[in-house]
């Protein structure tokens, strides 16, 4: 069909809708939702997931980046002390990665140097893989969900021009609203979900970062203490 039989369809339709004078329906959210057709279903599925892992990983993050500001003092204390059972029983009190690092130093005093800052290097890479946990998946759904959404658009427009090609002279607008509505809510959908889960991401990197540079910095504190002299 030529554009301009699909305008003059589009003419005689609202022309028809003036003339019996129909009130503008209203249509909700879960409608409008309910009209991207199955397509939806995968997006609400990787949106709950976004919002899960974000949540998760919010406040597992926010909990890793509280610190006992005491807490490298009372070891530095223990140590020069020679109170080593203490420093160890103090980091095990403590649910933390940096503490966790530090007893594995605290277990290797004694051997070089060397050997004690490779061990807690050990324990800080699987400390960050842990911090890291669900990121990846994030990530995935930050750039899987605008795809899945573009192809909810596809879907529509060949289901639109299904209909056409069968109504032949006769199309009608409302015969071309399912698709139409298929290929834009799935687009605004998959956009949405990508967008937040692109942000979610983001704002946990930071948060990894930010863990990760004081993990480092106490690492370094108790290598410093180690190399001072003894009392």
């Known amino acids: 069909m030529s554009p301009f039989l699909m305008m003059q369809a589009t003419a005689q339709a609202l022309d028809g809708m003036e003339a019996g004078g129909q009130v503008e329906q209203s249509i909700n959210l879960i409608q409008l939702m309910l009209k991207g ?14 919002v ?3 949540l998760e990983r919010y406040f597992a993050l926010r909990r890793a980046s509280s610190e006992d500001t005491g807490f490298m003092n009372r070891i530095k204390d223990y140590i020069h002390d020679g109170k ?8 095990r009190s403590n649910n933390h990665p940096i503490s966790r690092m530090i007893e594995k130093g605290i277990s290797r005093i004694g051997r070089p140097l060397s050997d004690v800052n490779t061990a807690i290097e050990n ?25 899945i959404g573009f192809l909810g658009t596809v879907i529509g427009m060949i289901k639109s021009f299904w209909e056409m090609s069968n109504a032949g002279n006769n199309i009608m607008v409302d015969q071309l609203a399912g698709g ?7 687009t605004v959908t ?8 692109y942000f979610a991401y983001n ?8 863990v990760v540079f004081k993990m480092e910095a106490r690492t370094m504190e108790f290598m410093d203490i180690l190399n001072e002299p003894v009392r």
Do not use: H, Q
Request: net charge neutral.
């Open 37 to 50: 057709g199955w397509i939806m279903i995968p997006l609400g599925l990787l949106s709950i997931v976004s």
């Open 52 to 54: 899960y892992i974000f």
């Open 84 to 91: 080593i059972d203490s420093a160890l029983a103090l980091c």
């Open 123 to 147: 324990v800080g890479n699987m400390e960050v893989s842990r911090l890291e946990k669900g990121l990846p998946t994030l990530a995935t759904v930050a750039g899987g969900a605008p795809m």
């Open 180 to 186: 139409i509505y298929t290929a834009l809510v799935t």
């Open 190 to 197: 998959g956009l949405i979900v990508g967008i937040i889960a």
């Open 203 to 210: 704002i946990l990197v930071a948060r990894v970062e930010k």
